[in-house]
């Protein structure tokens, strides 16, 4: 397993951006799917994004797609969620996640993104 420090988040008004990033600890990260997930008050966590070890595929939810982008850079063991055009829906805690085969084994302790209207 990795750890993993999650940073970035804030207040900002609809239709700006933030960008979230996944510091990760250790040599291994490079071998692990990086997911982002997000849990709005009074909701269940839902899943937002993920991408494979390579990088070379992602997959998002269908609430932000065209919206947000994820990517990593394996070199920094770092990886990043960039939002644009931010709804007041997208208000959550955002965590990311790594894990093999469907299975997210380690996670983040989470960053607050607020979007006011």
């Known amino acids: 397993q990795v750890q993993l420090v999650e940073s970035g988040g804030g207040l900002v008004q609809a239709g700006g951006s933030l960008r979230l990033s996944c510091a990760a600890s250790?040599?291994?990260?490079?071998?692990?799917?990086m997911g982002w997930f997000r849990q709005a008050p009074g909701k269940e966590r839902e899943f937002v994004a993920a991408?494979?070890?390579?990088?070379?595929?992602?997959t998002y939810a269908d609430s932000v797609k065209r919206r947000f982008t994820i990517s990593r850079d394996n070199a920094k063991n770092t990886g990043y969620l960039q939002m644009n055009n931010l709804k007041p829906e997208d208000t959550a805690v955002y965590y990311c996640?790594?894990?093999?085969?469907?299975?997210?084994?380690?996670w983040g302790q989470g960053t607050q993104v607020t979007i006011s209207s």
């Open positions: 250790g040599r291994t990260f490079r071998r692990y799917v």
């Open positions: 991408i494979t070890p390579s990088g070379d595929s992602t």
């Open positions: 996640a790594a894990g093999v085969a469907g299975t997210y084994g380690s």
